[in-house]
């Protein structure tokens, strides 16, 4: 018998319930290459939690690997924190993630640690903030973030309010690693033992939450003004639509325009294929409410509401969506320029991006004398230079080309919240100069050049996927192309070499040609994916993506 049905048969023999038995019977019976795919590996507890697509067996997100994980978080909290523990718990709309946050809840209680949960769905930067906000010692929130509905993942923060990063995520990615049967799970409270409280929390966090996000507001005569914008707001199903309309109306925006549909929280995301505020067919149902209502911007959260995607009415009328990099260049630029307007910027304020966004950020940085760290995939790490510098430095903002922006240091992690706010805040301030969205972005090119990026991935599922994406990265290892896009190769820098880049240890290559181009290779760390990042400067910028979508995607 292979190992991956040995396992299953493990499941079938042990304590388990009857319908997950029944579901492993059924995989055994129809269903081989599910079977394998669903019990050849274990579902890793990587550095920032799981995430894979729900249902039975080893390889999938389930109340088990679900309990197993909260067990050896419970399991690092009780060996390595002194005094009295607690976790901060939320979860999004997805199918299961109230389940998955209870057991978690119950789980922690169960090991003698105080659980602050949630009453409904909140957004990941909430309980990034309610962290903080408790003085908790970790949280977790039950959610796949964009990805498809088939999935479902668990993110752990600490109590800076950031995701877990060195050394504390590879100890706790041990601890998990040392459960090894749902045995050892405390699902029920021990006998000679009183659980901890599990605290319900609500409104009184809501209250707080979006009382300080909404403080960060730069231009209030600008918002009042232009207060009529018409802004169409779609939550794609997920949970943003339990706090954006409220905090753009509590800085002045009351002309909020929404997409009914898609305003009720639902697993299934049944009127999208993909959840994702990337993909243009997310936003087509509120771009079709724009033009129906003359609105002029369109907001989009994905299912946590931690990410933010815009379109815009460009120089014809016409509604284009906008790619993160294209927002958070003339974000930051706004930002900097009204910080810089209001006297708020010196030598100890900084910004943050990572190392596939634009590079457009580093030099609107430079325009404006402020520092910009440079820092790997993932805001975690951008929370991680925040929590370095707290008390020597003042964040201003930071972003990721993947839609994700935070300002100020309120939230330790994106939040579409904040982003939405200062989005619309920024078309305020634009009206006052004459400008729309999409001419400020054009100013912004003027003034520092054109930059163009383009992210295209490669979908490999499965154990073959896996193992193919392997093949494609030691094959630009040992290979790497001699030029990109007719540009002679003169760096490469390869991520998984911490003593040379001073970044952690991180599968990711970047070539970077003579012209100033760069492409960026990484396998995605939540989805069967192999993403390419193209960057390209200059007038020629747009044909030169396309000469390098054609040399790397084959």
């Given at each position: 018998m292979?190992?991956y049905?040995?396992?299953a048969q493990?499941?079938?023999?042990g304590n388990f319930d009857?319908e997950?038995?029944?579901?492993?019977?059924?995989l055994?019976?129809t269903?081989?290459?599910?079977?394998?795919?669903a019990?050849?590996r274990n579902?890793?507890?990587?550095?920032?939690?799981?995430?894979?697509v729900?249902?039975?067996?080893?390889?999938?997100?389930n109340k088990?690997?679900v309990g197993?994980?909260?067990q050896?978080?419970?399991n690092?909290?009780?060996a390595?924190?002194?005094?009295?523990a607690?976790?901060?718990?939320?979860?999004?709309?997805?199918n299961?993630s109230?389940?998955?946050?209870?057991?978690?809840?119950?789980?922690?209680?169960?090991?003698?640690?105080k659980?602050?949960?949630?009453?409904?769905?909140r957004p990941?930067?909430?309980l990034?903030?309610?962290?903080?906000?408790?003085?908790?010692t970790?949280?977790?929130?039950?959610t796949?973030?964009?990805n498809?509905?088939?999935?479902?993942g668990?993110k752990?923060?600490w109590?800076?309010?950031g995701?877990?990063?060195?050394?504390?995520?590879?100890d706790i990615?041990?601890e998990?690693?040392?459960?090894t049967?749902?045995?050892?799970v405390?699902?029920?409270p021990a006998a000679d033992?009183?659980?901890?409280?599990i605290?319900?929390?609500?409104?009184?966090?809501?209250?707080?939450?979006l009382r300080?996000?909404?403080?960060?507001?730069?231009?209030?005569?600008?918002v009042?003004?232009h207060?009529?914008?018409k802004?169409?707001?779609?939550?794609?199903?997920?949970?943003g639509v339990?706090?954006?309309?409220?905090?753009?109306?509590?800085?002045?925006?009351?002309n909020i325009i929404h997409?009914?549909?898609?305003?009720?929280?639902d697993?299934?995301f049944?009127?999208?294929?993909s959840p994702?505020?990337?993909?243009p067919?997310?936003?087509?149902?509120?771009?079709?409410k724009?033009d129906?209502?003359g609105a002029d911007?369109?907001?989009a959260t994905?299912?946590?509401?931690?990410?933010?995607?815009?379109?815009?009415?460009d120089n014809?009328?016409?509604m284009?969506?906008l790619?993160?990099?294209?927002?958070?260049?003339?974000?930051?630029y706004?930002?900097?320029?009204r910080?810089?307007e209001l006297?708020?910027?010196?030598s100890?304020k900084?910004?943050?991006?990572?190392?596939?966004?634009?590079e457009?950020?580093a030099a609107?940085?430079?325009d404006?004398?402020?520092?910009?760290?440079n820092v790997l995939?993932?805001?975690?790490y951008?929370?991680?230079?925040?929590?370095?510098?707290?008390?020597k430095?003042?964040f201003i903002?930071g972003?990721?080309?993947s839609?994700?922006?935070?300002l100020?240091?309120f939230?330790?992690?994106k939040?579409?919240?904040v982003?939405?706010?200062?989005?619309?805040?920024?078309?305020?301030w634009?009206?006052?100069?004459?400008?729309t969205?999409?001419?400020?972005?054009?100013?912004v090119?003027?003034?520092?050049?054109?930059?163009?990026?383009?992210m295209?991935y490669i979908?490999?599922?499965?154990?073959?996927?896996?193992?193919?994406?392997?093949?494609?990265?030691?094959?630009y290892r040992?290979c790497?192309?001699?030029?990109?896009?007719?540009?002679p190769?003169?760096k490469v820098?390869d991520?998984?070499?911490?003593?040379?880049t001073?970044?952690?240890k991180?599968?990711?290559?970047q070539?970077f040609n003579a012209?100033?181009?760069?492409?960026?290779?990484?396998?995605?760390g939540?989805?069967p994916?192999?993403k390419?990042y193209?960057?390209?400067?200059?007038?020629d910028?747009?044909?030169?993506i396309?000469?390098?979508?054609?040399q790397?995607?084959?």
């Amino acid at each position: 018998m292979s190992d991956y049905k040995q396992t299953a048969q493990s499941w079938l023999e042990g304590n388990f319930d009857a319908e997950t038995k029944a579901e492993v019977k059924n995989l055994m019976e129809t269903d081989l290459t599910a079977l394998e795919d669903a019990f050849y590996r274990n579902l890793e507890f990587g550095t920032g939690g799981l995430r894979g697509v729900m249902g039975v067996g080893t390889n999938r997100m389930n109340k088990y690997t679900v309990g197993m994980a909260t067990q050896g978080l419970a399991n690092y909290i009780k060996a390595n924190v002194e005094g009295a523990a607690s976790v901060c718990i939320s979860h999004d709309s997805r199918n299961n993630s109230r389940l998955f946050a209870e057991i978690s809840a119950k789980v922690l209680s169960n090991n003698g640690i105080k659980v602050y949960l949630f009453e409904d769905l909140r957004p990941t930067p909430e309980l990034s903030y309610s962290i903080r906000l408790k003085k908790a010692t970790a949280g977790i929130m039950v959610t796949a973030s964009h990805n498809p509905k088939e999935y479902n993942g668990y993110k752990v923060f600490w109590s800076d309010g950031g995701q877990i990063t060195a050394p504390v995520d590879k100890d706790i990615v041990g601890e998990v690693g040392k459960i090894t049967d749902p045995a050892d799970v405390r699902f029920e409270p021990a006998a000679d033992t009183q659980p901890a409280p599990i605290e319900i929390m609500g409104e009184e966090v809501d209250a707080c939450y979006l009382r300080d996000i909404t403080s960060l507001a730069l231009s209030p005569d600008a918002v009042k003004k232009h207060q009529d914008l018409k802004i169409v707001y779609t939550p794609l199903h997920g949970c943003g639509v339990k706090l954006m309309p409220r905090a753009l109306g509590m800085i002045g925006f009351h002309n909020i325009i929404h997409v009914p549909e898609q305003d009720i929280p639902d697993g299934n995301f049944p009127t999208v294929a993909s959840p994702n505020p990337e993909e243009p067919a997310a936003m087509a149902m509120a771009l079709k409410k724009a033009d129906e209502t003359g609105a002029d911007l369109v907001l989009a959260t994905d299912p946590d509401a931690d990410r933010l995607g815009i379109a815009v009415r460009d120089n014809d009328g016409k509604m284009v969506q906008l790619t993160g990099n294209q927002t958070w260049s003339f974000l930051t630029y706004y930002v900097l320029t009204r910080w810089k307007e209001l006297g708020k910027l010196d030598s100890t304020k900084y910004c943050v991006k990572t190392i596939v966004t634009t590079e457009l950020i580093a030099a609107i940085c430079k325009d404006f004398g402020v520092k910009c760290y440079n820092v790997l995939t993932g805001f975690k790490y951008i929370a991680e230079v925040v929590k370095l510098n707290q008390g020597k430095g003042e964040f201003i903002c930071g972003g990721e080309e993947s839609y994700g922006f935070n300002l100020g240091e309120f939230v330790r992690d994106k939040c579409a919240q904040v982003a939405g706010i200062m989005v619309a805040e920024c078309a305020a301030w634009a009206a006052e100069q004459g400008l729309t969205l999409y001419q400020l972005l054009q100013k912004v090119y003027e003034k520092y050049g054109l930059y163009v990026e383009k992210m295209v991935y490669i979908v490999r599922k499965g154990k073959t996927g896996a193992e193919e994406i392997q093949k494609i990265m030691a094959d630009y290892r040992a290979c790497p192309p001699e030029t990109i896009a007719g540009s002679p190769l003169v760096k490469v820098i390869d991520y998984n070499q911490p003593e040379k880049t001073g970044l952690p240890k991180s599968n990711v290559l970047q070539f970077f040609n003579a012209a100033g181009d760069v492409v960026t290779v990484r396998p995605s760390g939540t989805e069967p994916k192999i993403k390419f990042y193209f960057g390209a400067r200059g007038a020629d910028a747009p044909s030169k993506i396309e000469a390098l979508k054609a040399q790397f995607i084959k």
